[in-house]
């Protein structure tokens, strides 16, 4: 009797406890600690309406001005073709070379303890922090005909590197490292060494254990640097204008043409240029988004 009565004073008192929790995370979930969904979600449209989508709305509200036919004069302008060619390509180019150097980069920071490592780890965040023009006038310093290493360049191959399309691949270089080594340093800080050492014991070779264990898990984030290193470059103005030399049909980027158009007041070229290269900046956005999106199902496979 006596049990049976404590029996059923531990239920009973158990009870509310059990009913409560589940009220409670219910509520919790519900209201959470910002105001409700709509309020949220109203504040957040309204932000990016203003600081994002007026503003850019703008632009081919503006290139409508010159009609159809006037639009695609301005933006299919031998002049401004060259500059397309030359923005696009030496932005594909700088940052095929930045995912490359980029993975050795983040390998050697991840996989390797010397000394000095943790100011090497600070300094790719540099082009992050100086300023543009900074950057542009200590490239061209540096790789001017007179200057330390461009002297010497020209000495030896007979390469000019200043005031030509190399000069800006270098300057675009410089500026899309970081995006790279951020975007793959913590993939491989999660590939568990454990994976390569149990390859390698079962006879694969280095080559294999690359191409089969890491390239596939480091891939996808390969490809997000790639994609953010290449939009960082078509955009670029302050780092390339000192080292490029502008001259048209040889060394003029697209930003440069857009501003050259607006110094002219010929708003509605400017504007027609600008919604071309958001044309393109918006697919590359949207590239980059699909990625992300594959990596994050990719890895929650990888957890099942």
């Known amino acids: 009797m ?39 979600m109203g504040y957040s449209m309204l932000y990016l309406s203003i600081l994002v989508l007026i503003p850019l709305a703008t632009l081919p509200i503006k290139a409508s001005d010159l009609g159809w036919e006037g639009f695609w004069a301005a933006v299919s302008a031998p002049r401004v073709v060259a500059s397309y060619r030359l923005t696009f390509g030496a932005s594909l180019v700088a940052a095929l070379v930045n995912t490359f150097f980029g993975f050795v980069v983040a390998w050697v920071l991840v996989r390797y303890r010397f000394p000095g490592r943790r100011f090497l780890d600070a300094l790719v965040d540099l ?18 005909s007179n200057g330390w290493l461009g002297s010497r360049i020209e000495q030896w191959w007979g390469w000019k590197i200043a005031y030509t399309p190399a000069g800006i691949v270098i300057a675009l270089i410089f500026i899309g490292m970081p995006f790279v080594v951020r975007t793959v340093q913590p993939v491989l800080q999660d590939i568990e060494r454990e994976l390569e050492e149990a390859a390698a014991s079962l006879g694969a070779g280095r080559l294999d254990v690359f191409l089969k264990v890491l390239l596939p898990a480091v891939f996808p984030a390969l490809l997000t640097g790639f994609a953010l ?19 048209p049909m040889v060394s003029e980027i697209t930003p440069l043409l857009i501003i050259s158009k607006l110094e002219q007041f010929d708003y509605a070229g400017a504007a027609a240029i600008a919604t071309v290269m958001l044309g393109f900046s918006f697919v590359l956005l949207l590239f980059i988004n699909v990625l992300q999106w594959w990596k994050g199902h990719r890895d929650v496979g990888r957890t099942k």
């Open 2 to 40: 006596h049990s049976s009565t404590i029996s059923e004073r531990r239920r009973g008192g158990d009870a509310p406890a059990a009913r409560s929790g589940p009220s409670h995370g219910a509520q919790a979930s519900r209201f959470g600690v910002l105001p409700g969904f709509g309020l949220t």
């Open 229 to 247: 290193a290449f939009a960082r470059a078509i955009g670029e103005y302050g780092s390339v204008i000192f080292i490029a030399g502008n001259r």
């Open 127 to 144: 082009p992050f922090a100086l300023p543009t023009a900074v950057a542009g006038i200590a490239l061209t310093t540096l790789y001017a």
